[in-house]
């Protein structure tokens, strides 16, 4: 019954920027993070960023360290992740997703065993 849907995505040039959207709905309040993952084609899934529930603590991969921004907007249960400086290896499939076990942290990223995920949305930057 829990939902995760993105929205956002679209096609940039280098040095762009969007702003990915996650709607989340149904019964969500026990989720201890969300987090945001992508998957290039030949590639392995990434972690890129996830927030905590508990006291909105955040992890950023190293490569969009300074680049990108998560925030939650707990009155719209929406989840955000603003990217800048858009690079052509950015380019991916940029899914959402909720987890019920653990808080935000660079393993919980890497392990990215969550338990809920959104659909996914496209995001491809190039000249």
């Known amino acids: 019954q829990v939902q995760l849907v993105e929205s956002g995505g679209g096609s940039v040039q280098p040095g762009g920027s969007l702003r990915l959207s996650c709607a989340v709905s149904g019964f969500t309040l026990n989720f201890k993070n969300i987090g945001w993952f992508r998957q290039a084609p030949g590639k392995e899934r990434e972690g890129v960023s996830c927030?905590?529930?508990?006291?909105?603590?955040?992890y950023y991969a190293d490569s969009v360290k300074g680049r990108f921004t998560i925030s939650r907007d707990n009155a719209k249960n929406t989840v955000h992740l603003q990217m800048n400086s858009l690079k052509p290896e950015d380019t991916a499939v940029y899914t959402c997703a909720g987890d019920l076990n653990y808080s935000c942290s660079d393993y919980v990223l890497r392990l990215s065993t969550f338990t809920y995920w959104g659909q996914g949305t496209q995001v491809t930057v190039s000249s």
């Open positions: 927030i905590s529930s508990s006291d909105g603590s955040t």
